[in-house]
């Protein structure tokens, strides 16, 4: 996963929380600087700093944007100084998180796995977080961020991978993703799609709904033969593809040039065209869509244990997240944060129907995520190599 630290051109009202009640008692974690996986059973006093990993724009102290800032609130009521550095790929976060410089990471869910099975993580009380319940239950305790039934992180925001379209060159909308594959040819030179190698999954998905006797249940979860079809699906759509993107604002150039027609997308860009008048649309179509639910995770040798429990807890505080999931352009992990919100409709936000119909980002790995145990599955290693063979 690749996003970029290209000015956000969302509008939004920034709020952020008057005071955060901390559950911060006793003299210390459990889990302060042990690296195992065992959660703390209590907090101790704030260490006075934190260090953050994270994707652009999700940590904004008011450097980059004055009225956008979310940190010197958390700064104030913690007395946790935040230091961050941003990543622009899943695999440089996973190497950073390896270095034991970082208390947390905001992590998507192809590093989240590695992160967990690599030792690099740790399982989070939820008992001490007052903001957990607030979460919407389908993002909790999901195979993406979660092991053997303990949580490893606390739910950012999330989003569905689009089906955009032009609206003059589409008159009747499309509903399904072969616009993007069997149908491309229609359009050669003038579809594009996403730059990764977690794009494997999306034409996973398409042949698992339209290719049955391949017997795909998951689209992370593929067996050497389902994995060959899906990579010479790309193959094939390669030949059509204008452009591979991975910053979301050259999408939105490509589109209102011409020179993108249709490709898979986000809200985000949506709104993006939508505010400058630019013919388009974007569907999720009829066989749902990949996409993504991040999630704040806490090193397993964190330096500052007590701060790092304190930003999750004050992630997921309402404003807060209302003001980090907006800036973005996500969907927010709780209901309440909708109130800080005015697009919570645009992003189908708490819609669990809408929700259950995206099959969110999960690291490959050989042990088959849909419970076959007959086969091995292929792991995220070869998912990248392959990608680079599509691409040429």
Request: aromatic share 12%; hydrophobic share 35%; proline share 4%.
């Amino acid at each position: 996963m690749m996003r970029t630290t290209t000015q956000r051109r969302v509008a939004f009202g920034l709020a952020v929380a008057a005071t955060l009640s901390l559950v911060l008692s006793g003299c210390g974690t459990s889990s302060s600087n042990e690296g195992s996986k065992t959660e703390a059973t209590k907090l101790g006093e704030t260490e006075g700093q934190i260090s953050i990993l994270a994707w652009p724009g999700y940590v904004e102290d008011g450097s980059n944007d004055p009225e956008v800032d979310w940190v010197t609130p958390f700064e104030e009521q913690t007395g946790c100084k935040v230091t961050t550095k941003v990543f622009g790929t899943s695999d440089e976060a996973f190497n950073l998180m390896k270095t034991g410089d970082y208390d947390v990471v905001s992590a998507s869910g192809d590093a989240s796995l590695r992160l967990i099975a690599a030792g690099t993580v740790t399982p989070v009380n939820t008992d001490l977080l007052k903001n957990w319940d607030g979460i919407f239950d389908f993002l909790k305790n999901r195979a993406w961020n979660s092991v053997d039934g303990k949580s490893y992180g606390v739910p950012h925001g999330y989003g569905a991978n689009l089906l955009q379209y032009n609206t003059d060159v589409f008159k009747e909308a499309p509903t399904s993703w072969s616009a993007v594959f069997t149908d491309a040819g229609q359009h050669s030179g003038k579809v594009s799609a996403y730059d990764s190698p977690i794009y494997i999954a999306d034409a996973a998905l398409y042949l698992m709904n339209h290719n049955p006797e391949l017997g795909i249940k998951d689209p992370y979860a593929l067996d050497q033969k389902q994995f060959d079809a899906a990579v010479s699906l790309l193959k094939d759509q390669r030949t059509h593809i204008g452009e591979y993107w991975s910053d979301y604002l050259k999408l939105a150039q490509a589109f209102q040039s011409g020179d993108t027609v249709v490709s898979t997308s986000w809200q985000v860009i949506q709104g993006v065209l939508e505010g400058e008048g630019a013919p388009v649309a974007a569907v999720l179509p009829e066989e749902g869509a990949t996409g993504w639910s991040d999630t704040w995770m806490i090193a397993s040798k964190a330096k500052n244990p007590n701060c790092a429990y304190a930003w999750l807890d004050y992630i997921a505080s309402p404003e807060a997240n209302a003001a980090a999931t907006g800036y973005f352009g996500e969907a927010p992990s709780s209901q309440a944060a909708c109130e800080f919100r005015e697009d919570c409709e645009a992003y189908h936000a708490g819609d669990a129907s809408y929700a259950e119909k995206i099959y969110y980002w999960t690291t490959p790995i050989a042990d088959c995520l849909d419970g076959r145990t007959d086969v091995k599955c292929i792991d995220y290693a070869a998912w990248t190599k392959a990608w680079q063979e599509i691409k040429g």
